[in-house]
Every structure is written in structure tokens, then in C-alpha cells.
């Protein structure tokens, strides 16, 4: 059982990490064309900044999901390392719990914006802002998803050391 | 408030993320202390990311990851070497130099630092150079990668004090190789008194010195390419980001040769879950800057320094001192988008120019990634050196003197760091 | 106090919003006996404009007085109130604001959509400023100028033969400096206060646009008002609108001496090929019949 959710989710973490991708390699192109536009077509295009701000939105959010499988989010561990496992794996759960709160309010307040997106448009592409807004809760389900999965991933070593390599990923 | 305050200290030592200490303390403080609902959690966090001219931080952390996966660091690291290798305590002033090098391509200090100490530190440790001492000056050396241009704090900055990042990137030059000059000093000094290890230094050739200059020439471009595009009017400072992450790609693939299609997803990525993870930091911390000025904390604050002295010379000093001691303790952004918002109008207020306080308030910070209890340079260094925070810390005194100067020197003559942005005509 | 209703605003506290939002707290304590007053958030502290709309549905914002442009996202038809040369010049847009049936048509189409209306503030006559002297409509052809992102604006602009360039406020100042845009369309205050006249000394005096802010509540937090508070309110709310609108009419023509003084070329280009551009775009924003009730009712006002 307990396997089967692990590889569910980190099917799901493929199709995030590709979906994040593609909406930074959006991001560049829409920047690029914008440029390009008026130096050598003599038009702005409205358009690609909005688009390229909206990628950048879905991007922080997902990726937010991404860099906590990747342990990625900066966080002082000094003291929760040095204890033994069963307080350190209390530690480890409180951390979560923190964590998970948050992203729950999160997700929450985000109803009302999906209420007011749902009339509100952006400026440039006039599409309905719920599409935007909707980032925020998608987000965050992410987020607290890949939060349990790293408990249970780190359930046996909660903090093991970092090595040069995940530090510099880190930062 | 109390409660607010223990809790976010018992986060932090808990090991939360800081990114979430920030958002769960925010929650708690709008429980506790209003009456607003919860939605403007959310509400900040979106407008947080929702700014096309931020979009320069993605992109500019893609350029660093880019030339680092392209051999980058290598090349300036060996260029570095063959233009100063012959000074005594050479590795410690290849070092500086090197970092000086990457912080003109590279926005972040901690990246920076974590590239010049992969390549030095094994070096260091071969040649029994002091290993802590180098750790502490690199973390240093390489905190300046946020005060020479281009830089994710400055962008940040500019964007919450609302002033043109194209100037305060001109303005944090002098500054920043100032500080390099002065930490080589301190390098010296630190060598000049040890033994023999420290006088083993490659003779200089000119013939290295060209090669390897070559070889790191069309690195050096981005800077020129950035700023003159800035400058020249070619493009606004998010899509110079942009150009800049593109001539990176073009040079990793065409240039250096190093990098494969193949490896573009896996950087991407990297760049991706980078940038969120610092961008959503900016998210959450606005929303406690939100709950500070519903409070009408800036006005209060204002009213009370302005009744303790009006004098922009005496506010000078009492920032200094908050920042940096608030710089030990928090997170760059964080620190920033809560801060600042409240101390840069009445900065404004007392006559000192937006520029010249967002340098002071960036070169504070830079030294705060650099001190301990919570620096992020520092940890990389220390990390990379594969010694304990405490031990780096022991050799940070000299390094951080060097800092110090620079930091009374920016804050006191006002023309070292606008100088440039003078000659440039970008400011009266 | 019983009630402290929060404003939020974008700009100085000495500039028109500011001082528009704390005269009607002034009357609101004077005509309340003290029971009722505006708390004001000035220079966006609170949140940007689009962020003070949404706060006044979600209860984290009370007031909030915003470009017409920003809340035309939220309530599509008040863009009627962004159409170029909408009004004969500042006093009959004055005029129109305090119209009755005007006010009524637009509290219309702002409750459907949950809001509540104020009042109208003014933001200003808007000109063009350039790095090279407009004389003539010509002489704006294939300039990169930066405009609101909003569809109106960036269709009169392309109708006058510009080059319409959306950008962000906060990179305007440096954009002009660099010339990654070549002009762009503002107010005498904001031309005059942020100092583009450092990087675009020319200043093309057209007033294509009247800016209009309207000042909204949410309708539902309105309703939870006392009633006695609604009333002394609607009475304020009017009296500040008119008031702010002849403080900023006054103060334009200060900030006009000012941007003379500070050795701005001022030109005076014929208004009426511009006009004439502007025609073809109004009729593709009048689609609803809302918005082409409130055209007719606002270009009916003497
Ligand atoms: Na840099
Ligand atoms: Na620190």
C-alpha cells in the first residue's frame, strides 16, 4: 500500500517538475519575443509580459512543491540534528505539522480570490484571473503532498547531514 | 506580539523552512493580534509573485546555473590564478579575485560561494593553507556577489523601494570591489605573518595569463552585456535577465561546448525549484510586511527616530546597527521586504538619496549572509570546507573588519558608491 | 470611535488621493459627532490597486480608491470611463461626476458585481511626454510610448500612430532614461512629482484622457454600516469627491508652472486630428448596453 502512494507521487513529482519546465522555457521565449518585437518588428507585445508573469506565478508555486522534494527550502537544522532519533522524528512531524498549517491557510484563502477570478480579468489577455488564482491551492495540495512524503522518506534518518552537494542546492 | 515572537524563534530552531516560519508566524500574528481575515495570506502571496520585473531573479539565477554547468567557474577560478597566483597567500588572493570574477555573472552570493569554494577549498586543504581562515574569506569574498551587479538582492530592493535597479546595479561597483580589494589586504596580512606555506606561489607569465584570459573572455561578456543593455537603453533590467540567461545557453553550448541538450531539463529544474524557493520567501514575507504596516508600525517607528534625532548622519548609524544586527539572524529577503518599506521614507525624508540607502541597506546585508548565527555564505562555506560553523566563525574577525571599512566608508561619503552612476549620468 | 473604516491608496499622502481621502474623514467625524472616521494607508502599504479592490471584498480593505483602468478588470463596464476625450475638458467631466443619473447608472454597475460606490476622485488631465518635441499628431509616429495596460489606452494610442508600449510603473523612469521607451502618457503631478522630466523633457500638452478614481466600498461591508453611518457617508463621500476634484484643478495648473519652471518644453499640438483618431476606438468599448447607457448619460451633461 505504502509503496504504491510513494510511486503515485513520484510519478506526480515527473509531471510537475515537466509541467515547471515547460513554464520557465515559456517564460524565457514569451521575455525573448517581447524583445524581439520591438527591436525588429517595431510592435510591443502586450501580451508576453502578462503571459511570461503568469508562468512565473504557476512556476513559484509548483516549484515551491519541487524544491521541498528537494529539500531545497533554506531551513536552520542545527539543533533538531543533534537529537536522538525518536525526538528527532517528533521534530520531523512538528516541522510538517508547521509547515502544513500554513499551506492550508493557504489554500483557504484563496477561495475568495477564485470567487473574484472567476469575473475579474487580467489586463492584457482579458482571461478570467480564477486561472491564475487557482495556482494557490493547487500549489499548496502540492506542497503538504511532497511534505508527507519527505517524513516519510527521512522517517529513519530525520536529519541526516548535509553533504556539499545538497547544501549547495540549498541556497 | 510576545506569542508571535516566541513562535517564530521556536520555528526557526525547530527547523521549519524559513520560508514557512515566516508564513506560519504570519498566521499566527493575524489570529492573535487582528481581526483580518485569512484570505490576505493568500492575497499577499500572489501579489508577492505577480511583478513581471522580479522575473529577473529566475532568469538571472538560469544564467548562473547555466555558465556553472558550463565550465564557468573553472575558467575564472584559472584566470584568476595566472593574473595573481604570485602574491603571498596566493590561494586566499586567487580566491577573492575569483569570487570578484563570478559575482559579475552570478546574482547570488551563496552560489557564488559555493562555486569558488568547490574548486579552492580542495586546494587549500592540499597546500595546507588554513582552511578555516580561507572558508571564512570566501564566504566574504563571495557574499559580494549581492553588491556587484547583477544582483537578486538589489532587484528585490529596487523593486520595494522604487528605485531604478539599472542605477543601484552601477552603484554597488565601487563598493563591491572595494570590499574585495580590502579583504585581499586582509589575505595578505593574514599570510605575511604565517610561515612558509604561504610564500609556495606560481610565478606569473604572461603567456598563462593570455590563455586563460581567452578561455574566460566570453564569460566576462555577460557583465558588459548586461549593464551595456541596461545602460544603452536595449533593454529593461528583467529582459536583460533574459538575454543574459540566453547568451549563457548560446556560450555553454557553442563556446565552451560543455553543455548537451540533454542537460537543459535537469538545469531548468534546478533553476526552477531555486528561484521558487526563494521567490516564495518574498511571497510570505509580505504578508508580515502587510501585517506591519496595518498595524501603522512605519509611522510610529518614523515618529520616534525622527524625535530621537534628525539628523541623517545619526539615522545612518542606528540603521546600521539594526541591520546588521537583524542580518545575523534573518534571511536576506525576508529582512528586506519587511524593513525596508518601513526605514527607506524616512530615509527619504531626511534627505538621503534612495540609492545611496538601498546600497548601505545591500552591503549590511551581504555581511549578514556572511556572520553567523545565520548566514547562508557562511554555511556554504563552511559546508564546503567540511568544517563546523563555529570553527569558520573563529577566523571571521579580519574578514569581517575588511567589510565593516567598507560599510562605514559607503555609508559616510556618499560619492564612493555614486560616483559611477554620476559619470553615467543616471543621477544628479 | 465605533467605526474606523480603512483607506487604501497608491500614492504621497500630500498628493490628491491622500488629500481627497482625509478631507472626507474630516467630515465624517464632524458629521458623525466623532463616531465614525477614515483611517488612511497611504503610498499602497496596504496593497497595490488591484489588491485594495479585492480587499474591499474580502474585509481586509475598507475604502479603496483606485484608477478607473484597474477596476474596469473587475467591472468590465466601467471602462466606458477610460475612452479618450470621454469628457469636454476637467469641468464637465466634473460636472457629469456629481450627475445624478451618472452616479446612479455607475452605483448600478458596480453593485452587480459586489461594490459600492463612493464617490469619484479625479487623478488628472493626461498629456504625453517625450525625449523629442511633439508639435503636431505626426510627430508621435512609431514612438515606443509607454501606456497603462489597458486595452483602451493601447488602442488610442495605436490610432494616434505611436507604438503603445505597456510597461511597469516602476520601470518607467529607467526605461525612459535608457530609451527602451521613447515617451509615455501621465499627469502633470505624477510628470512633475517623479521627475520624468529629467528623462523625457518634452511634454505634448493633449489631455487625451480625464483620469477618474472612483472611491469604493465592498457593497456587502457598506450594508453592515450603521445606518446612520451609510447616510453621513453618502453626504461625505460627495462633498470630498467635489472637493478633491477642485483641489486637483487648482493644484494641475500649479504643478503646469512648476514643470515650466523646471525648463520642460511645453507644446500645444492641434487637439482635433487627435480627437478624430480617438472616434474609431470609442465605438469597439461601447458593446453592453450599460456602457452605452453611461456614454450617452455622460455626454449628455452640459
Ligand atoms: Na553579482
Ligand atoms: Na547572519
Given amino acids: 500500500m505504502i509503496p504504491l ?69 533554506v531551513a536552520i537544522d542545527v539543533l533538531p540534528a543533534m537529537l536522538p532519533l525518536v525526538p528527532a522524528r517528533l521534530a520531523l512531524l512538528l516541522i510538517a505539522l508547521t509547515s502544513g498549517v500554513f499551506l492550508v491557510v493557504l489554500a483557504y484563502g484563496s477561495l475568495p480570490l477564485l470567487r473574484m477570478g472567476e469575473f475579474q480579468t487580467s489586463p492584457a489577455l482579458r482571461i478570467p484571473m480564477k486561472y491564475m488564482y487557482a495556482c494557490l491551492p493547487v500549489g499548496a495540495a502540492y506542497m503538504i503532498l511532497e511534505l508527507i512524503l519527505s517524513v516519510a522518506q527521512r522517517w529513519n534518518d530525520p536529519f541526516p547531514p548535509p553533504t556539499p552537494e545538497t547544501e549547495e542546492e540549498a541556497v | 506580539m510576545l506569542v508571535v515572537a516566541i513562535a517564530f524563534v521556536v520555528f526557526l530552531a525547530l527547523g521549519v523552512p524559513v520560508v514557512f516560519v515566516l508564513g506560519a508566524s504570519a498566521v499566527l500574528a493575524l489570529i492573535t493580534t487582528t481581526e483580518v481575515p485569512l484570505a490576505i495570506v493568500s ?167 593570455l590563455r586563460t584570459g581567452w578561455a574566460a573572455t566570453p564569460a566576462m561578456v555577460m557583465p558588459f552585456l548586461i549593464l551595456g543593455g541596461i545602460l544603452g537603453g536595449a533593454f529593461t533590467p528583467t529582459e536583460a535577465a533574459a538575454v543574459a540567461a540566453t547568451y549563457g545557453l548560446l556560450v ?10 540533454s542537460h537543459l531539463p535537469a538545469l531548468i529544474l534546478r533553476t526552477a525549484s531555486l528561484s521558487a524557493a526563494v521567490m516564495l520567501i518574498i511571497g510570505t514575507a509580505s504578508v508580515f510586511s502587510w501585517l ?62 534612495p540609492i545611496h540607502f538601498s546600497v548601505i541597506v545591500v552591503m549590511n546585508f551581504a555581511i549578514g549572509t556572511a556572520t553567523p548565527p545565520y548566514g547562508v555564505s557562511l554555511f556554504v562555506a563552511s559546508s564546503v570546507a567540511g568544517r563546523t560553523v563555529m570553527q569558520v566563525t573563529r577566523k571571521l574577525g579580519l574578514p569581517l573588519i575588511a567589510m565593516f571599512t567598507v560599510l562605514i566608508i559607503i555609508t559616510y561619503i556618499s560619492d564612493v558608491p555614486l560616483f559611477l552612476p554620476r559619470m553615467f549620468g543616471l543621477m544628479e | 470611535q465605533d467605526v474606523t473604516l480603512r483607506a487604501s491608496h497608491n500614492a504621497n499622502a500630500d498628493e490628491p488621493y491622500g488629500v481627497g481621502l482625509r478631507k472626507m474623514d474630516e467630515l465624517l467625524r464632524e458629521r458623525t459627532g466623532g463616531k465614525a472616521a477614515i483611517q488612511v494607508f497611504d503610498n499602497a502599504t496596504l496593497g497595490d490597486e488591484m489588491e485594495s479592490i479585492q480587499g474591499t471584498q474580502m474585509g481586509t480593505v475598507d475604502i479603496a480608491v483606485t484608477a478607473n483602468e ?21 469641468e464637465q467631466m466634473d460636472r457629469a461626476l456629481q450627475d445624478p443619473e451618472v ?34 499628431m505626426s510627430d508621435l509616429d512609431g514612438l515606443k510610448i509607454r501606456t497603462m495596460q489597458n486595452p483602451a489606452h493601447v488602442d488610442t494610442f495605436r490610432a494616434f500612430g505611436a507604438n503603445p508600449t505597456p510597461l511597469a510603473y516602476t ?128 455626454s449628455n451633461v452640459e
Fill in chain 2, 292 to 353: 506591519i504596516a496595518n498595524a501603522n508600525v512605519p509611522q510610529m517607528l518614523r515618529d520616534w527616530l525622527l524625535s530621537v534625532s534628525d539628523s541623517p548622519l545619526v539615522f545612518l548609524l542606528i540603521v546600521n546597527l539594526l541591520l546588521l544586527f537583524v542580518g545575523m539572524f534573518m534571511e536576506t529577503i525576508a529582512a528586506i521586504l519587511i524593513l525596508v518599506p518601513v526605514l527607506a521614507p524616512i530615509a527619504i525624508q531626511l534627505g538621503i538619496d
Fill in chain 3, 171 to 298: 520601470e518607467l523612469y529607467g526605461a525612459l532614461e535608457t530609451g527602451v521607451v521613447d515617451g509615455a502618457e501621465a499627469a502633470n503631478t505624477n510628470f512633475y512629482a517623479q521627475k520624468f522630466y529629467e528623462v523625457a523633457p518634452d511634454w505634448a500638452m493633449i489631455g487625451w484622457l480625464e483620469l477618474v478614481a472612483p472611491v469604493i466600498m465592498g457593497e456587502a461591508a457598506y450594508q453592515a454600516l450603521p445606518e446612520d453611518v451609510r447616510a453621513a457617508l453618502d453626504e461625505v463621500g460627495a462633498e470630498a469627491g467635489s472637493f478633491q476634484r477642485a483641489a486637483y484643478r487648482e493644484s494641475d495648473a500649479a504643478r503646469e508652472a512648476d514643470i515650466e519652471a523646471a525648463g520642460v518644453t511645453i507644446t500645444r499640438p492641434d487637439i482635433q486630428p487627435f480627437r478624430d483618431a480617438a472616434e474609431g476606438v470609442k465605438q469597439n468599448y461601447l458593446q453592453s448596453e450599460a456602457q452605452q447607457k453611461l456614454f450617452e448619460l455622460i
Fill in chain 2, 43 to 209: 492575497q499577499r502571496v500572489f501579489a508577492g509573485l505577480n511583478s513581471f520585473t522580479l522575473m529577473a531573479i529566475p532568469f538571472f539565477v538560469f544564467a548562473g546555473v547555466i555558465m556553472d554547468a558550463g565550465g564557468i567557474s573553472r575558467r575564472i577560478v584559472a584566470f584568476a590564478s595566472a593574473l595573481i597566483g604570485w602574491i603571498v597567500g596566493s590561494l586566499y588572493q586567487v580566491s577573492c579575485v575569483a569570487a570578484a570574477g563570478l559575482a559579475a555573472i552570478s546574482g547570488s552570493g551563496s552560489a557564488d560561494t559555493a562555486a569558488v569554494s568547490a574548486i579552492m577549498q580542495p586546494q587549500l586543504r592540499q597546500r595546507r593553507y588554513d582552511v578555516d581562515f580561507g572558508a571564512a574569506l570566501i564566504a566574504c569574498a563571495g557574499s559580494m556577489a549581492q553588491v556587484i551587479p547583477p544582483s537578486l538582492t538589489m532587484i528585490i530592493l529596487a523593486v520595494v523601494s522604487n528605485v531604478s535597479i539599472g542605477t543601484l546595479f552601477i552603484a554597488g561597483i565601487v563598493p563591491g570591489f572595494l570590499c574585495i580589494l580590502l579583504l585581499m589586504v586582509c589575505a595578505y596580512v593574514f599570510a605575511k605573518r604565517r610561515g612558509d606555506t604561504y610564500r609556495d606561489a606560481e610565478p606569473f607569465t604572461w603567456s598563462r595569463l
Fill in chain 1, 5 to 73: 502512494i510513494e510511486r503515485a507521487c513520484l510519478l506526480l513529482r515527473h509531471v510537475m517538475s515537466a509541467v515547471v519546465i515547460v513554464l520557465f522555457s515559456v517564460m524565457l521565449v514569451a521575455v525573448l519575443v517581447q524583445v524581439a518585437g520591438r527591436y525588429f518588428f517595431g510592435f510591443a507585445i502586450s501580451q508576453a509580459a502578462e503571459i511570461a508573469t503568469f508562468s512565473q506565478i504557476w512556476l513559484v508555486l509548483l516549484g515551491a512543491g519541487v524544491a521541498v522534494a528537494r529539500g531545497q527550502h
Fill in chain 3, 70 to 90: 484597474t477596476l474596469a478588470n473587475f467591472v468590465p463596464d466601467l471602462s466606458v470611463f477610460s475612452l479618450p476625450f470621454l469628457f469636454a475638458d476637467s
Fill in chain 2, 252 to 261: 555553454g553550448f557553442f563556446v565552451y561546448r560543455e553543455l548537451r541538450l
Fill in chain 3, 103 to 136: 452616479i446612479a447608472q455607475a452605483q448600478d454597475v458596480l453593485n452587480a458585481q459586489g461594490f459600492h460606490l463612493i464617490t469619484f476622485f479625479s487623478a488628472g488631465t493626461r498629456h504625453v511626454m517625450t525625449k523629442q518635441p511633439i508639435e503636431e
